[in-house]
């Protein structure tokens, strides 16, 4: 039984003539009910008057985190620890309220003092692993993560979290593995079974029907609402103003607001009405945030919400078409479509596969992406399709100035890809490593974030090794935060290889806007054909190849064409500028005409007036989802 510490320092024993044990197990109580405040003014009557009461001050710190204060909860923390310097678990719990602040490296230090004191301390190694991945230390976060398996071999968070570090070190079928890994131990793991379809997109190897399963498995998590929770109070006249809602946790310095900021700056504010939904943390919010803020006329954070608040603040909104940014990704809330909080649902930009769900309406795309006749049975969504691209490009106002080829004075080709390493997968560098071959002299520059983990570099040097590459032929190069540093790196690239078959978006965007062109390999599912979308709204159509043989050939044909290299890298820029990739002004039309389309066809569906046994005629009131 858990002895309690008094002003002197000596211990208490249970049910003490002061009452402490019994003010701190009412405290308890109160907090497991959710009762916050009653159980924070228990706690002070023991905290307060004396620090020297070590559990209290624990909860206590657990209630500071709940209310949302955070040096509160450290300041306490930080006195706990100095009353318990021995003790593992004021350590982890310090080391897990630092882990919130993103102070990293204090965390780290936490958890390793935890596990000094108790080295089978399976959640200290567990948080530890967390913060080593955080800070991109990706080879030392794997080896802790095998470490708290050895302690606890059962425990699903750590086999999922193991799949995110193999994942980000490319390792697509190890990563795969532990996820299943997990979901064989907690079978409604919901981020599990969302990672394993995410990291399909990535397999070569899984079919358009295995990835398609695995979407559906995540869904079926979140089963559909009886109809009669689909009441809408919205107005149900087809042709009015509309209230669209984005939900996004990527309202920052990030791809998808790349693509989203120059649509939200040019909607017509006399069709529709603009709420955002942001998941973002308000530590997360950037100088992007801060210029996408003024466009919106409602702006929501929602970080803290729970998926049943979000929907109803969105219900409440009377939103009419509600349109997903996220899909799988980190801060997405696609969870909260699920309950069906607008009429018209539709994800569009930030995934590029289904999401799986019976309440998801629609997904935007185009007929490149998603060809007519191929695409509906791998997509629970009714596809939505513009002209090609499904998305509109702004490129950064302070982008450099396009350059030379750097072939024409270093006189040897280069060849260069900034995506996700990921993506970088067996087959992609084997084709690479055969291009590198058929062009004697030429190199490859990587670029990516993963890049500052030195044993993941090393391991994609041997990668390329193995193929027979020598090292020197292979240039790693770190992330740059600095948008313009990032884009000054195209100036070291003659041509850019475009991976499969998950494809870019972003990269081949700067790259076409830098001068530089890009090789493309057509594919067999959404994120293997957004390249050919890109490139054929720039009528670079050339450049998509339709196999792995016809990939290696133009790319070679470039590099031993520079006069053609000269031109393109000159004339991209131009040539983007006045292409529909570019055309914000004709995509944001085209988007309204989409969304128009979809709330006739759902008002269409709301003719019919119905009348209750109690004679209440409900007529006026929009009910009924659209099944898509």
């Not at 490129?395 to 080709?413: D, G, K």
Request: with cysteine; aromatic share 8%.
């Amino acid at each position: 039984m858990r002895a309690w510490v008094s002003r002197d320092g000596s211990k208490l024993s249970p049910g003490g003539a002061d009452g402490t044990q019994r003010t701190y197990a009412l405290a308890q109580r109160m907090f497991v009910r959710c009762q916050i405040n009653p159980a924070e003014v228990a706690l002070k009557r023991i905290s307060l008057p004396d620090p020297k009461y070590f559990d209290a001050l624990l909860l206590l710190a657990e209630i500071s985190t709940q209310k949302d204060q955070p040096r509160r909860a450290a300041a306490l923390l930080r006195r706990a620890v100095a009353l318990m310097p021995r003790s593992p678990a004021a350590h982890h719990r310090f080391g897990v309220e630092l882990m919130k602040q993103r102070r990293y490296e204090d965390a780290e230090r936490r958890f390793r003092r935890a596990l000094v004191l108790d080295p089978g301390f399976a959640e200290a190694e567990l948080d530890l692993a967390h913060a080593l991945f955080v800070q991109g230390y990706l080879d030392e976060a794997v080896k802790s993560l095998h470490r708290t398996l050895t302690l606890k071999p059962g425990l699903a968070q750590a086999h999922y979290r193991l799949g995110n570090a193999l994942l980000n070190q490319g390792h697509i079928a190890a990563a795969g593995e532990c996820y299943r890994r997990a979901i064989a131990l907690q079978p409604d793991y919901a981020d599990a079974h969302s990672n394993l379809a995410f990291t399909m997109n990535y397999d070569g190897d899984a079919s358009p029907e295995e990835c398609y399963a695995a979407h559906r498995a995540w869904a079926a998590l979140f089963p559909p609402l009886a109809p009669l929770d689909r009441t809408y109070a919205n107005d149900r006249s087809p042709e009015r103003r509309l209230r669209i809602g984005y939900v996004s946790g990527d309202f920052r310095d990030h791809p998808v607001c790349y693509f989203f900021a120059p649509l939200l700056a040019s909607h017509n504010r006399e069709e529709v009405e603009v709420f955002c939904y942001s998941s973002l943390d308000e530590a997360d919010e950037d100088e992007a945030t801060a210029r996408l803020k003024p466009h919106a006329e409602h702006w929501h954070r929602v970080h803290r919400w729970d998926d049943k608040n979000l929907a109803e603040r969105i219900r409440a909104d009377r939103i009419d078409i509600l349109v997903d940014l996220g899909g799988y990704t980190a801060g997405s809330r696609v969870e909260v479509f699920a309950l069906k909080p607008a009429p018209v649902q539709s994800t569009w930009l930030g995934y590029p596969n289904t999401t799986g769900l019976s309440a998801m309406d629609y997904r935007i795309t185009d007929g490149i992406a998603d060809p007519e006749g191929e695409a509906e049975q791998f997509n629970s969504e009714a596809l939505m399709r513009l002209r090609p691209p499904f998305l509109c490009y702004r490129a950064f106002e302070h982008a450099p100035p396009v350059s030379p080829p750097p072939a024409l004075e270093a006189e040897r080709l280069t060849f260069g890809s900034f995506n996700n390493l990921p993506k970088l997968t067996r087959r992609v560098v084997g084709l690479w490593a055969r291009l590198l071959r058929a062009v004697p002299g030429s190199r490859l520059i990587i670029k990516t974030v993963q890049m500052r983990d030195p044993p993941t570099a090393d391991e994609l040097r041997r990668r390329f090794t193995n193929e027979g590459i020598a090292p020197e032929r292979i240039h790693l190069l770190k992330w740059r935060v600095r948008p313009a540093g990032h884009l000054e790196r195209y100036a070291l690239v003659d041509v850019a290889l475009d991976p499969f078959p998950y494809n870019g978006t972003a990269t081949t965007c700067e790259a076409l806007w830098m001068g530089v062109p890009v090789v493309t390999l057509r594919g067999d599912r959404h994120c293997a054909r957004v390249g050919a979308s890109l490139l054929a709204s720039v009528g670079l159509q050339e450049l998509v190849a339709e196999d792995p043989e016809s990939y290696l050939q133009i790319a070679v044909g470039l590099a031993r064409d520079l006069s053609r290299l000269t031109e393109l890298r000159f004339g991209l820029r131009e040539r983007m500028r006045a292409s529909p990739l570019c055309d914000v002004a004709g995509f944001t039309r085209a988007l309204e005409e989409a969304y128009r389309r979809m709330w006739r066809g759902w008002c269409s569906q709301q003719g019919r007036r119905v009348t209750t046994s109690s004679g209440w005629d409900r007529g006026q009131e929009c009910h009924g989802g659209q099944s898509g």
